[in-house]
């Protein structure tokens, strides 16, 4: 089965930088997109980036200009890169794969999967 293991959240005061880690395992042939959600308490899950199997991106408005999404597709891995942090990046920060193509014997399946989520939080 198709796992994802984040890491790289912790606690960084405003300005910094985090970088954020996540790979996916399992019998993976494939991943279409791979991307970072987030949610803050309260609030609805947002798209933070994504970036396609061919290297495409695609950022939330709020943090364009400050995170870079990249993707190993060798390692099934996906990152990114928080810089210039705010105190309003503070939230559990989710890692999707979307259109991840498995096989179990004969049987090819394809699917989305999501993280477990990480905790990042920032500090005035």
């Known amino acids: 089965q198709v796992q994802l293991v984040e890491s790289g959240g912790g606690l960084v005061q405003a300005g910094g930088s985090l970088r954020l880690s996540c790979a996916a395992s399992?019998?993976?042939?494939?991943?279409?997109?791979m991307g970072w959600y987030r949610q803050a308490p309260g609030e609805q899950r947002e798209l933070v980036a994504v970036?396609?199997?061919?290297?495409?991106?695609n950022y939330g408005d709020s943090v364009k200009g400050r995170f870079t999404i990249s993707r190993d597709n060798a390692r099934n891995s996906v990152y990114l890169q928080m810089n210039s942090l705010k105190s309003e990046d503070t939230a559990v920060y989710y890692c999707?794969?979307?259109?991840?193509?498995?096989?179990?014997?004969?049987?090819?399946?394809?699917?989305?999967?999501w993280g477990q989520g990480t905790q990042v939080t920032v500090s005035s």
């Open positions: 999707k794969g979307s259109g991840i193509l498995t096989a179990q014997g004969l049987r090819f399946m394809t699917g989305d999967y």
């Open positions: 970036i396609t199997s061919g290297g495409s991106t």
């Open positions: 399992g019998s993976i042939f494939s991943i279409n997109d």
